[in-house]
T-cell receptor, first 115, second 118 residues
């Protein structure tokens, strides 16, 4: 019973390159969230997706960032033309709802370093 | 707007001591959920507990216990007889009741770095 799988674990990019972060939710989970953890800070919500739909992207930077959760395959967080300020840990969480609400399970994160 | 405050940035204890991590939250919602997560040095986030706002019973799980006080908007976490393996960053988080348009966005506190020394 695999948990939330994120890859790569570490990603190094030079300024101006593209970063693609992947997240496979837990089996049976159809909701995916992306969070970002900047150095010395807590986690901040970025985007909430269901299969083939972006439900809430209020936490996403307006430019260069995009996310998708296709019908088949993992969810992808894409950062174009990365800058040093994008260096952070990016966490994906998946969830299933029960009678009491929703419980989020997080992956191990992708540490993005921009040189 | 929701807000979570973890006033203790760092705590250092000696093994076997009890330690309490404080969490205070703000929300306008009458129904909400509170969480604690552990982030060990390896970096992953480990779910510890979810608490509903309408259930004020305290909870104990092994050496862990949680004290939910709605009147003071606090959800404190106590580790009894701490161990070196408890060393981690602990995050308190708050979410509204999940909606179709917003899901369960978690608002996290800044985290408390707990160091348990042998």
């Amino acid at each position: 019973n695999a948990g939330v799988m994120q890859n790569p674990r570490h990603l190094v990019r030079r300024r101006g390159q593209e970063a693609r972060l992947r997240c496979s939710p837990m089996k049976g989970h159809s909701h995916v969230y992306w969070y970002r953890q900047l150095p010395e800070e807590g986690l901040k919500f970025m985007v909430y997706l269901q299969k083939e739909n972006i439900i809430d992207e209020s936490g996403m930077p307006k430019e260069r960032f995009s996310a998708e959760f296709p019908k088949e395959g993992p969810s992808i967080l894409r950062i174009q033309q990365v800058v040093r300020g994008d260096s952070a840990a990016y966490f994906c969480a998946s969830s299933a709802r029960d009678g009491l609400g929703e419980k989020l399970f997080f992956g191990s994160g992708t540490q993005l370093s921009v040189l | 707007a929701q807000k979570v405050t973890q006033a203790q940035t760092e705590i250092s204890v000696v093994e076997k001591e009890d330690v309490t991590l404080d969490c205070v939250y703000e929300t306008r919602d009458t129904t909400y959920y509170l969480f604690w997560y552990k982030q060990p040095p390896s970096g992953e986030l480990v779910f510890l507990i979810r608490r509903n706002s309408f259930d004020e019973q305290n909870e104990i799980s092994g050496r862990y216990s949680w004290n939910f006080q709605k009147s003071t908007s606090s959800f404190n976490f106590t580790i009894t007889a701490s161990q070196v393996v408890d060393s981690a960053v602990y995050f308190c988080a708050l979410s509204e009741v999940p909606q179709e348009t917003s899901g369960s966005r978690l608002t996290f506190g800044e985290g408390t770095q707990l160091t348990v020394n042998p």
